[in-house]
Antibody, heavy 121, light 107 residues
Framework: QLQLQESGPGLVKPSETLSLTCTVSGGSISSSVNYWGWIRQPPGKGLEWIGSIYYSGSTYYNPSLKSRVTISVDTSKNQFSLKLSSVTAADTAVYYC?????????????WGQGTLVTVSS | DIQMTQSPSSLSASVGDRVTITCRASQSISSYLNWYQHKPGKAPKLLIYAASSLQSGVPSRFSGSGSGTDFTLTISSLQPEDFATYYCQQSYSSPHTFGQGTKLEIK
């Protein structure tokens, strides 16, 4: 059974870089069908897709965050990572990693449990 | 970006009720529409993909319909474990966008 788990600091200072890692277990991150993605949910708000990556390293990002986001993959560790630079309080959110599955039709499943990242000095 | 609008934003219902949640896309997305269930502190769970396909392991009381711009999620007979927030999401084009959510509460 595929499982994903986010890890990283729960507190980041304004203007610094948020860094999170998602560890995939129960399956290979190098599957030819899947992309892997990051999604966030600010407190009291809805879900926002941040970006996705293929095991080859090919990425695509939400234009609203593109200038600050880098997603990378480490197939040897079965992990992918998120870096979000120049953070502000508006980046405080629960961050989820998820598999983007499907071929013609795509969906996010499964998701990690999520990790709360607070931006504060 | 394609805007996804859900209605209602919140809903009170009783165990056993039939409930329908609506999602409207700002442009046609064919059947590229997914539904998720989200409970506090838990990972969101995929219920329906491609507008009407039931994800494996999801109870048959959940169903989805629609195409183009208008979609619905129906729960035929609410169970206690169904009280949660529900989100639609379009996978027609990037950026993938979600509705604002519908919070289903116990009456």
């Amino acid at each position: 059974q595929l499982q994903l788990q986010e890890s990283g600091p729960g507190l980041v200072k304004p203007s610094e870089t948020l860094s999170l890692t998602c560890t995939v277990s129960g399956g290979s991150i190098s599957s030819s069908v899947n992309y892997w993605g990051w999604i966030r949910q600010p407190p009291g708000k809805g879900l926002e897709w941040i970006g996705s990556i293929y095991y080859s390293g090919s990425t695509y990002y939400n234009p609203s965050l593109k200038s600050r986001v880098t997603i990378s993959v480490d197939t040897s560790k079965n992990q992918f990572s998120l870096k979000l630079s120049s953070v502000t309080a508006a980046d405080t959110a629960v961050y989820y990693c998820a598999r983007r599955g499907g071929e013609m039709y795509n969906w996010f499943d499964p998701w990690g449990q999520g990790t709360l990242v607070t931006v504060s000095s | 970006d394609i805007q996804m609008t859900q209605s209602p934003s919140s809903l009170s219902a009783s165990v056993g009720d039939r409930v329908t949640i609506t999602c409207r896309a700002s442009q046609s997305i064919s059947s590229y529409l997914n539904w998720y269930q989200h409970k506090p502190g838990k990972a969101p769970k995929l219920l329906i993909y491609a507008a009407s396909s039931l994800q494996s392991g999801v109870p048959s009381r959940f169903s989805g319909s629609g195409s183009g711009t208008d979609f619905t999620l129906t729960i035929s007979s609410l169970q206690p474990e169904d009280f949660a927030t529900y989100y639609c999401q379009q996978s027609y084009s990037s950026p993938h966008t979600f509705g604002q959510g519908t919070k289903l509460e116990i009456k």
